[in-house]
């Protein structure tokens, strides 16, 4: 499992859960829950992306703790949960409807919001009649569903063949990442966010990714690369908003823009100007205002429906 090796201050340390708990997956798998906020406080389930952790949302975990019950878990493999033996998007999806289980009530129902891999999760869970119980809203935030590799623009060469084949084999190398250089923070900053992004936040998200363990980031790589859930966002009914960053280099706005036209209950596609790929911490305030306001329209308002 991951070496835990977050900020430990600042507005990206990630606050103390209320309380913690395990959510038992389809095949065994267990995976690490956090609980922050109240009890009957609308509910936000948090999905993070590939090689992070809940310490990725902490921004978001601080803000809307404050009215909200927020959940958060760490992907298996990644965080404080132990691997698993199954790598995929069944995997994924039972994974977050083991969590929708475990910390929702029977019929209660959520806005979840996932980044990257957590929004892969979102689309491949889609059609479980679990996730139609639990989810009264989604956040798509820096996602897509298909063709991640080939439209990657992690490498300055132009689109085709060879710059495909080379970005497969440096997103799915077995070279561990290393400590947490000068030179790591540079790289990581070209790759994953946007030229402004500042230190603090560049040093979050370098601490967070380079904690992910070697094995299971190629094991994930390799899930991504072949990547293909189009034919699952039909299933995707709820009202669903997308965040994309305009000069995200791992899923380009193409991604965004394409799911923004595909989803059957859109309502609204942001595109952060100058925002790569780690939008939750690139951009906070946006990330936080948009699952907020899925909450205020859709899960207040289912509240007072059946209430």
């Not at 340390?13 to 065994?28: H, I, K, N, Q, T």
């Not at 299971?216 to 669903?240: F, I, K, M, Q, Y």
Request: proline share 6%; aromatic share 2%; glycine share 10%.
């Amino acid at each position: 499992m991951s070496r835990l090796m977050h900020v430990g201050s600042g507005p990206f340390a990630p606050p103390v859960a209320r309380r913690e708990l395990v959510a038992v997956s389809a095949d065994g798998a267990r995976l690490h829950v956090e609980v922050h906020g109240e009890d009957g406080a609308p509910a936000v389930v948090l999905a993070h992306g590939w090689t992070c952790s809940t310490a990725f949302w902490a921004a978001q975990v601080r803000e809307l703790a404050k009215g909200h019950r927020v959940i958060a878990y760490d992907q298996r493999g990644h965080g404080r949960s132990p691997a698993g033996a199954a790598h995929g998007t069944t995997a994924l999806a039972d994974d977050l409807v083991a969590v929708l289980g475990a910390a929702l009530a029977p019929g209660e129902r959520a806005v979840v919001a996932g980044h990257s891999m957590g929004g892969m999760t979102i689309m491949a869970a889609a059609g479980r009649p679990e996730f139609a119980e639990h989810a009264a809203a989604a956040l798509l935030c820096s996602t897509g569903s298909s063709r991640l590799v080939e439209e990657a623009r992690v490498l300055p060469l132009r689109a085709g063949r060879a710059r495909t084949r080379i970005t497969g084999a440096v997103l799915g190398s077995r070279a561990p990442l290393g400590p947490v250089t000068p030179v790591a923070r540079k790289v990581l900053k070209y790759a994953t966010m946007g030229p402004g992004s500042a230190p603090d936040r560049v040093e979050a998200c370098a601490r967070i990714v380079h904690a992910c363990p070697t094995k299971v980031r190629h094991a994930w790589s390799e899930v991504l690369a072949g990547l293909d859930l189009d034919a699952n966002l039909a299933a995707l009914t709820v009202p669903t908003a997308v965040i994309g960053g305009t000069v995200d280099r791992l899923t380009p706005i193409v991604h965004a823009r394409g799911l923004a036209a595909a989803l059957p209950n859109c309502v609204g596609l942001t595109e952060l100007t100058g925002m790569g790929h780690m939008t939750p911490i690139e951009a906070p305030e946006a990330v936080t205002h948009a699952i907020r306001e899925l909450v205020d329209v859709h899960v207040k308002d289912t509240k007072e429906k059946t209430g």
